[in-house]
């Protein structure tokens, strides 16, 4: 597996097919013959994921172009993402410079006192202060969340949070000092964590707008909402379909403030109190359009002037159009690993796949690598575990990143043999030891008999009154319907399995998937992309047997939660010690199979050449690399050198 993501991506970049002007009606081709106006004030982005108006957090729902319009509105985190180094910092544009003091207690709680600029402004003109921040904890942790039919977010790593979750007014782990200072509390249980700033994830909500007439006090005891705070009244504020925060935020804290959303498309302009990102960037485009775009007709669309940026392609058929469309040399595209992966998710309560070796049976009657071929051609890869191609652990236990090991500056045999060692650590680690499902029936049978199933009459097999007749859920228009009527149908029957297809739309599936509605399907076919705290020991919880399950399958396992409990538990900054518990989590995971992992692929971004300076990746979506980009015409650029590897992917 060594160098193979490297290679497919450096393929990616070096061929694709010869361009040929032609002019085309509607389809995945696109009219070329003449090259289109864009305009130098506004960029429309075309998404093939459609908004569902989940613009003020994800307790609600969640889909990545919501998340997009999410960071483009709210900003001032105050932590960011330091790439090059791999961790969390203190975001140097809200955190003061020397404004962190940590304290530890006797207990060996951890406590961090933050002193806050006092320069940061919401859209209206109206400071932000440490009350802000307060309140969005506050507000995302209350059991109120919950009356209004969203999920409070779980933060149990802060001092005091189960008791706030219940019903305690007073946050005791969260502190505000004054405008300017706060103080978080981390629990001793949740220390060493791999990600511990990013513990400190918070950005600012107005409370002005969400709970007029309420504020945040401390009385030295810990932060608390005084006023109105009601059920009725966020109800309004938040989910009133014209006015609600949650589809049309009116005050917000990022590069840009939303202008119109009409249930599809959605406009943005500057923020002019917007004074910069972490790295004190603020946008150069003046207005934004999003606007949802189909497969079959996106590329015409581009070549027309219709949209100016085309985000996250990845049907094979489309790239093969787009690299047409590049080759005209007036639109230009950029490529980059997906975070995440398409997989099949068990709902292990039900009696049919509640047995791991049901779902390792069922694991096996999938053609995995045709399904990964039909739909994205040589843009993505079969995954084997809970991982994506953009991840760094994956990278670095795969060989195409480079190993963190400093080559030694004294030629000596000690410091050579020390080299020589840390490189050895490295080169064992291995994606091989996770179980790998392959195609086979007759391996299926022999795991279904073994856990006693037989066949009924009709062929189908039964145990203890239950019958392997299955239900799987998909996104309706999607083409992963037709592809599993030939990679994955054919194959339960011969196992003794019936499978029925179910077109649903993508916020039923969510919504059996995050347990919001009655789970009607025994699996779902769902894709994801990981945050950049990866920590899935935070999806495990108590069921009700007082067994530890994963909340999105029910699978039951002890051993899979106490691995993702030391990948948790890794010293900040030990890369090595990280990797090896993520491969051990990896490996559990694969045996268990809360879910089948499908593949992991490569996103494409198409745009004219005067869109300069845009340059997203794995962790930076469109909405935060349009920070760094401008309009403006065409400069000639020095031809890049071809590399034999694709390193320029990782750097």
């Given at each position: 597996?060594?160098?193979?993501?490297?290679?497919?991506?450096?393929?990616?970049?070096l061929?694709?097919?010869?361009?040929?002007?032609?002019?085309?009606?509607?389809?995945?081709?696109?009219?070329?013959?003449?090259?289109?106006?864009?305009?130098?004030?506004?960029l429309?982005?075309?998404?093939?994921?459609?908004?569902?108006?989940?613009?003020?957090?994800?307790?609600?729902?969640?889909?990545?172009?919501?998340?997009?319009?999410?960071?483009?509105?709210?900003?001032?985190?105050?932590?960011?993402?330091?790439?090059?180094?791999?961790?969390?910092?203190?975001?140097?544009?809200?955190?003061?410079?020397?404004?962190?003091?940590?304290?530890?207690?006797?207990?060996?709680?951890?406590t961090?006192?933050?002193?806050?600029?006092?320069?940061?402004?919401?859209?209206?003109?109206?400071?932000?202060?440490?009350?802000?921040?307060?309140?969005?904890?506050?507000?995302?942790?209350?059991?109120?969340?919950?009356?209004?039919?969203?999920?409070?977010?779980?933060?149990?790593?802060?001092?005091?949070?189960?008791?706030?979750?219940?019903?305690?007014?007073?946050?005791?782990?969260?502190?505000?000092?004054?405008?300017?200072?706060?103080?978080?509390?981390?629990?001793?249980?949740?220390?060493?964590?791999?990600?511990?700033?990013?513990?400190?994830?918070?950005?600012?909500?107005?409370?002005?707008?969400?709970?007029?007439?309420?504020?945040?006090?401390?009385?030295?005891?810990?932060?608390?909402?005084?006023?109105?705070?009601?059920?009725?009244?966020?109800?309004?504020?938040?989910?009133?379909?014209?006015?609600?925060?949650?589809?049309?935020?009116?005050?917000?804290?990022?590069?840009?403030?939303?202008?119109?959303?009409?249930?599809?498309?959605?406009?943005?302009?500057?923020?002019?109190?917007?004074?910069?990102?972490?790295?004190?960037?603020?946008?150069?485009?003046?207005?934004?359009?999003?606007v949802?775009?189909?497969?079959?007709?996106?590329?015409?669309?581009?070549?027309?002037?219709?949209?100016?940026?085309?985000?996250?392609?990845?049907?094979?058929?489309?790239?093969?159009?787009?690299?047409?469309?590049?080759?005209?040399?007036?639109?230009?595209?950029?490529?980059?690993?997906?975070?995440?992966?398409?997989?099949?998710?068990?709902?292990?309560?039900?009696?049919?796949?509640?047995?791991?070796?049901?779902?390792?049976?069922?694991?096996?009657?999938?053609?995995?690598?045709?399904?990964?071929?039909?739909?994205?051609?040589?843009?993505?890869?079969?995954?084997?575990?809970?991982?994506?191609?953009?991840?760094?652990?994956?990278?670095?236990?795969?060989?195409?990143?480079?190993?963190?090991?400093?080559?030694?500056?004294?030629?000596?045999?000690?410091?050579?043999?020390?080299?020589?060692?840390?490189?050895?650590?490295?080169?064992?680690?291995?994606?091989?030891?996770?179980?790998?499902?392959?195609?086979?029936?007759?391996?299926?049978?022999?795991l279904l008999e073994?856990?006693?199933?037989?066949?009924?009459?009709?062929?189908?097999?039964?145990?203890?009154?239950?019958?392997?007749?299955?239900?799987?859920?998909?996104?309706?228009?999607?083409?992963a319907?037709?592809?599993?009527?030939?990679?994955?149908?054919?194959?339960?029957?011969?196992?003794?399995?019936?499978?029925?297809?179910?077109?649903?739309?993508?916020?039923d599936?969510?919504?059996?998937?995050?347990?919001?509605?009655?789970?009607?399907?025994?699996?779902?076919?769902?894709?994801?992309?990981?945050?950049?705290?990866?920590?899935?020991?935070?999806?495990?919880?108590?069921?009700?047997?007082?067994?530890?399950?994963?909340?999105?399958?029910?699978?039951?396992?002890?051993?899979?939660?106490?691995?993702?409990?030391?990948m948790?538990?890794?010293?900040?900054?030990?890369?090595?010690?990280?990797?090896?518990?993520?491969?051990?989590?990896?490996?559990?995971?694969?045996?268990?199979?809360?879910?089948?992992?499908?593949?992991?692929?490569?996103?494409?971004?198409?745009?004219p050449?005067?869109?300069?300076?845009?340059?997203?990746?794995?962790?930076?979506?469109?909405s935060?690399?349009?920070?760094?980009?401008?309009?403006?015409?065409?400069?000639?650029?020095?031809?890049?050198?071809?590399?034999?590897?694709?390193e320029?992917?990782?750097?």
């Amino acid at each position: 597996m060594k160098r193979i993501l490297s290679m497919l991506l450096t393929v990616m970049v070096l061929l694709g097919p010869a361009f040929s002007a032609r002019a085309e009606e509607d389809g995945a081709g696109a009219e070329t013959s003449t090259f289109p106006e864009f305009s130098y004030e506004e960029l429309t982005v075309g998404n093939p994921t459609r908004v569902e108006g989940f613009f003020f957090t994800d307790l609600w729902g969640n889909n990545t172009s919501d998340l997009d319009v999410r960071e483009l509105l709210h900003g001032y985190n105050l932590v960011s993402w330091d790439e090059e180094n791999g961790m969390y910092v203190m975001n140097p544009t809200v955190v003061a410079d020397g404004g962190v003091v940590v304290l530890d207690s006797e207990e060996g709680d951890r406590t961090y006192l933050l002193t806050l600029y006092s320069d940061l402004k919401y859209s209206d003109g109206t400071p932000i202060t440490a009350r802000d921040y307060a309140f969005s904890l506050l507000l995302q942790m209350s059991p109120v969340i919950a009356e209004l039919g969203g999920a409070p977010l779980r933060m149990d790593y802060l001092d005091g949070a189960a008791e706030y979750a219940e019903g305690e007014p007073v946050f005791r782990g969260v502190r505000v000092m004054s405008d300017t200072q706060m103080m978080l509390t981390v629990r001793k249980e949740y220390l060493p964590f791999f990600y511990e700033l990013g513990l400190l994830d918070c950005q600012p909500y107005p409370i002005h707008v969400i709970a007029p007439g309420c504020e945040v006090k401390d009385e030295g005891n810990g932060a608390y909402i005084s006023g109105p705070f009601t059920a009725e009244l966020l109800r309004k504020t938040i989910l009133d379909p014209e006015t609600g925060y949650m589809s049309h935020p009116s005050v917000v804290s990022g590069p840009y403030t939303l202008t119109s959303f009409d249930g599809t498309v959605c406009t943005f302009e500057k923020n002019p109190f917007f004074k910069g990102n972490a790295d004190g960037v603020t946008p150069m485009i003046q207005r934004l359009r999003l606007v949802p775009v189909e497969n079959d007709t996106m590329m015409s669309q581009l070549a027309r002037g219709e949209v100016g940026l085309l985000n996250k392609v990845t049907r094979a058929d489309v790239i093969a159009s787009g690299a047409e469309l590049a080759a005209s040399g007036y639109f230009r595209y950029a490529n980059y690993p997906r975070m995440g992966l398409t997989f099949i998710s068990f709902n292990c309560e039900k009696p049919t796949v509640s047995s791991a070796a049901v779902r390792q049976a069922i694991a096996s009657c999938i053609d995995r690598d045709q399904l990964t071929a039909e739909y994205t051609g040589n843009y993505g890869l079969r995954v084997d575990g809970y991982y994506g191609l953009g991840q760094w652990m994956y990278q670095l236990v795969n060989g195409t990143m480079m190993y963190p090991v400093q080559e030694p500056e004294e030629n000596t045999a000690e410091a050579q043999a020390k080299y020589e060692s840390e490189l050895a650590a490295w080169q064992e680690l291995s994606l091989d030891i996770i179980p790998k499902y392959t195609l086979s029936t007759e391996e299926a049978i022999r795991l279904l008999e073994a856990d006693g199933w037989k066949p009924g009459a009709d062929g189908i097999r039964e145990k203890d009154g239950v019958r392997l007749e299955l239900t799987l859920g998909y996104p309706a228009g999607n083409t992963a319907g037709e592809m599993m009527e030939t990679t994955f149908v054919p194959y339960l029957q011969e196992a003794g399995i019936g499978l029925r297809l179910t077109p649903l739309e993508i916020n039923d599936l969510l919504d059996q998937f995050y347990h919001r509605t009655e789970r009607t399907a025994d699996m779902l076919y769902l894709g994801t992309n990981f945050d950049l705290m990866f920590d899935p020991a935070a999806h495990f919880s108590a069921g009700q047997k007082g067994s530890i399950t994963w909340d999105f399958s029910e699978a039951e396992d002890e051993t899979l939660y106490q691995l993702a409990l030391e990948m948790r538990r890794t010293e900040p900054g030990d890369l090595l010690g990280y990797c090896r518990k993520w491969l051990a989590f990896q490996q559990r995971f694969a045996e268990v199979v809360p879910m089948i992992p499908l593949y992991s692929n490569v996103y494409f971004d198409y745009f004219p050449r005067i869109l300069q300076n845009y340059s997203p990746s794995g962790s930076a979506s469109w909405s935060d690399a349009v920070l760094n980009a401008y309009l403006s015409d065409a400069q000639e650029e020095p031809e890049e050198e071809n590399l034999e590897e694709g390193e320029e992917i990782f750097e």
